[in-house]
Nanobody, 124 residues
Framework: VQLQASGGGLVQAGGSLRLSCAPS??????YGWFRQAPGKEREFVAA????????KYADSVKGRFVISRDKAQNTVALQMSSLKAEDTAVYYC????????????????????WGQGTQVTVSS
């Protein structure tokens, strides 16, 4: 199983980027986005349950990021707007077979599969 994350890049503060995650060969029950900035621990950004599309967001991105799923394309996207310098990080797509309860969506150990990461750099 591979998770292909794409869409990262360099953007000015206040700009937007759209990340996409495409699993190969199957559909998962839960998808999440996490990020790791230099010198920091990896942290939760957003997650979505495939069955009902229920999202969960970190407080730091609420109102700026939107996670969505496309059942026809079998992809999960993270639309990032009003980007700030502190959003600079490597962003990782994660997935799990289980359809987790809302409270578990932000836990890293809820996910068995991880993508390779895509760099997002926001210049101030």
């Amino acid at each position: 199983v591979q998770l292909q994350a794409s869409g990262g890049g360099l953007v000015q503060a206040g700009g937007s980027l759209r990340l996409s995650c495409a699993p190969s060969g199957r559909t998962f029950g839960t998808y999440g986005w996490f990020r790791q900035a230099p010198g920091k621990e990896r942290e939760f950004v957003a997650a979505i349950r495939w069955s009902d599309g229920h999202p969960k967001y970190a407080d730091s991105v609420k109102g700026r990021f939107v996670i969505s799923r496309d059942k026809a394309q079998n992809t999960v996207a993270l639309q990032m707007s009003s980007l700030k310098a502190e959003d600079t990080a490597v962003y990782y797509c994660a997935a799990d077979s289980r359809s987790w309860i809302i409270g578990a969506l932000s836990r890293q150990n809820s996910y068995d599969y991880w993508g390779q990461g895509t760099q997002v750099t926001v210049s101030s």
